[in-house]
């Protein structure tokens, strides 16, 4: 139920790279999501048959999603499962990010998220019970993610040029206060290869 506001919100955002949500409706237990379809695969898949992703394809594909993801953050959502499996390449080469099954409301006054959430290997040392979630909760997935693109996998780092392995690092901090402030941050980061 805790996702109800989630979409309400979501449903005022247009934007390419975000998955469109028509409408939401919720009963006491289970709740209809009525979204756009989108012909395409996932990130995950196209890693899976196809290989890493050139290096200017991720600062592309980073842009656009960090793009979407600064109005999410302004509505005061936070995504917390962004992963390759979450992001869509549509037939036409748009990259969307989907997929708000977890995502919640920034709530000031709550220490910590009560349930443990997120995707292993991507979610940020917040998200296990320590402190509340908010948008660097994001931006450190998106470094795991950009890590991925390159690579092929979450930890390694063979093969990414220096200035990127410097900004996945960043945004990877295990404290929060040392990530990047906001996704627009990184986005400059990433464009003038800025740590």
């Not at 989108?38 to 394809?57: K, M, T």
């Not at 748009?94 to 709530?107: M, P, Q, S, T, Y």
Request: glycine letters at 8%; proline letters at 2%; a negative charge.
């Amino acid at each position: 139920a805790s996702v109800i506001p989630v979409y309400e919100k979501l449903i005022a955002i247009r934007n390419e790279h975000l998955e469109n949500i028509y409408d939401f409706a919720a009963g006491e237990e289970r709740g209809i999501l009525i979204t756009g379809y989108i012909s395409g695969i996932s990130v995950q898949q196209y890693l899976e048959y196809y290989g890493v992703f050139a290096e200017e394809r991720v600062k592309d594909y980073m842009a656009d999603i960090l793009e979407v993801l600064g109005q999410v953050h302004a509505l005061g959502i936070v995504h917390r499962d962004i992963t390759a499996g979450n992001i869509m390449i549509s037939d036409d080469g748009i990259v969307k990010l989907i997929d708000f099954g977890i995502a919640r409301e920034v709530k000031k006054e709550q220490g910590k998220d009560t349930v443990v959430l997120g995707t292993v290997g991507y979610a940020a040392p917040e998200q296990f019970g320590f402190q509340q979630s908010n948008p660097q909760t994001d931006i450190y997935a998106l470094g795991k993610l950009m890590n991925y693109l390159l690579n092929g996998s979450l930890e390694h780092q063979n093969n990414i040029p220096l200035d990127l392995k410097q900004i996945i690092l960043k945004a990877t901090q295990l404290d929060y206060k040392n990530r990047y402030n906001s996704v627009k941050e990184m986005d400059l980061a990433i464009q003038q290869k800025l740590v």
